[in-house]
């Protein structure tokens, strides 16, 4: 059973593939709720994902931010601890930090270490995978530049994965942004996607793509 607010934006759609432009117009236009939505993306993509040299798994910064307040951990001690604090990260350590964890304790967004305590952040794994917590160097939440990872994930970094069925999804900002805003960082994360299309991808590699306020309609974007 869907709201009469859904059913009235469902209503007020037009059908068919809009320019990015016109399908962010569409979508801020759709009646909001009593929250700033997040503008959300689902791109398909022509890959076999079965196949390892076929996965896209990257992040990159919005050049107009997420408008969403992160929570970041860090594991690190001594020097580096000190530095990821000034960097402007929430929660800072090490054993205590592991400990939490292993608790249940995750009162963060994003889990970043330093490849000295990969160690023992894999046995981590277990509670971290499931959540999409788990570090890793490709989308750079396993470095040694503490600093710079915490910078990027404050200033807006997302990250770029593939599903089981190829697609790609994720947010490129709030309903409450412009215009121009929305427009820059869909165009950023497409050209994101296209710069790091694998070499083995054959065939068509956008076949589709999709944007949507959290609990509005969708509108086809023309690629």
Do not use: W
Request: positive net charge; hydrophobic residues 35%.
């Amino acid at each position: 059973m869907t709201s009469k607010r859904y059913q009235e934006s469902q209503k007020n759609s037009k059908p068919g593939l809009h320019p990015i432009g016109d399908a962010v117009t569409a979508v801020k236009g759709q009646k909001g709720t009593k929250f700033d939505e997040s503008v959300d993306f689902v791109i398909r993509l022509g890959l076999d994902v079965k196949k390892t040299d076929q996965s896209i798994r990257l992040s990159t910064v919005l050049p107009c931010g997420t408008g969403k307040t992160k929570r970041i951990a860090v594991f690190a001690e001594g020097q580096m601890a000190q530095d990821a604090k000034s960097a402007g990260a929430d929660i800072v350590g090490c054993q205590d930090l592991f400990d939490n964890i292993k608790a249940g304790k995750i009162d963060f967004d994003v889990l970043i270490s330093h490849p000295s305590h990969m160690a023992m952040v894999g046995k981590l794994g277990p509670i971290l995978g499931p959540k999409g917590l788990m570090p890793n160097p490709k989308v750079g939440t396993v470095t040694a530049d503490l600093t710079k990872s915490i910078k990027e994930v404050k200033s807006g970094r997302v990250q770029l994965r593939a599903d089981k069925a190829g697609q790609v999804h994720g947010s490129f900002g709030r309903k409450s942004f412009s215009k121009q805003d929305l427009v820059k960082n869909f165009e950023h994360v497409m050209s994101t996607i296209i710069k790091h299309k694998p070499d083995s991808s054959k065939g068509k590699y956008l076949l589709s793509c999709s944007i949507s306020p959290t609990m509005g309609v969708g509108v086809q974007v023309e690629l």
